[in-house]
């Protein structure tokens, strides 16, 4: 079935670091692709998404490219701050379904 | 707007406990579901709807009920609590349509431990 693959973490990186959390996903179609974000003790927020191949997903400083040749949606940031510690979620939706489909979460803690 | 909104924030049950996690949402969202989310594991798919009246099962069903007799509420029920529905359970909403699936709005959680 259709699946999501994260880098397991937790991930630990120093104050203007550069941050790459790798996703790749399998579908069986063309799903659209998205980064969630979970800051301690909230609920998840939608960070990017991407729709179609190509498509480059960007907000605060994060982006990620959906590369349909390598089933990938890598998660980018060339200077991380403290605040962005979080668990980061990537997930698919495939197309006429509302469900996400999530992969397990990668903890990012920047260190000042 | 407040969003959406979960009650309680933290819940204690015994083994054989019923109760029921509630979701409501102030944007006139069509579609809701329920998640819940285990470590390592990410979240899965309870249940969902489309609509006032419409519900449907997603990926772990089993133990849990819903009902949708409002567009803003949708309620989830747990009968008989076990041990393993221990978890934190996430509501979510978006409207209906291509466009507007993708961007779907997530309460703050509800985290139940059951004894």
């Known amino acids: 079935g259709d699946s999501v693959t994260q880098m397991e973490g937790p991930v630990t990186l120093s104050e203007e670091a550069f941050l790459t959390i790798n996703c790749t996903y399998t579908?069986?179609?063309?799903?659209?692709l998205f980064w969630y974000v979970q800051y301690p003790g909230e609920g998840l927020q939608l960070l990017l998404k991407a729709t179609k191949a190509d498509d480059k997903g960007s907000n605060k400083g994060f982006e990620a490219t959906y590369r349909k040749e390598t089933t990938s949606f890598h998660l980018e940031k060339g200077s991380v701050q403290v605040s962005d510690s979080a668990v980061y979620f990537c997930a698919l939706m495939m197309d006429s379904s509302y469900k996400l489909i999530f992969g397990s979460g990668t903890r990012l803690l920047v260190r000042p | 707007n407040a969003g959406v909104t979960q009650t309680p924030k933290f819940q204690v049950l015994k083994t054989g406990q019923s109760m029921t996690l509630q979701c409501a949402q102030d944007m006139n969202h069509e579609y809701m579901s329920w998640y819940r989310q285990d470590p390592g594991m990410g979240l899965r798919l309870i249940h969902y709807s489309v609509g006032a009246g419409i519900t449907d099962q997603g990926e772990v069903p089993n133990g849990y009920n819903v009902s949708r007799s409002t567009t803003e509420d949708f309620p989830l029920r747990l009968l008989s609590a076990a041990p393993s529905q221990t978890s934190v359970y996430f509501c979510?909403?978006?409207?209906?349509?291509?466009?507007?699936?993708?961007?779907?709005?997530f309460g703050p959680g509800t985290r139940l431990t059951v004894l």
């Open positions: 579908a069986t179609g063309y799903p659209s």
């Open positions: 979510a909403s978006s409207r209906t349509g291509l466009v507007f699936r993708n961007e779907q709005f």
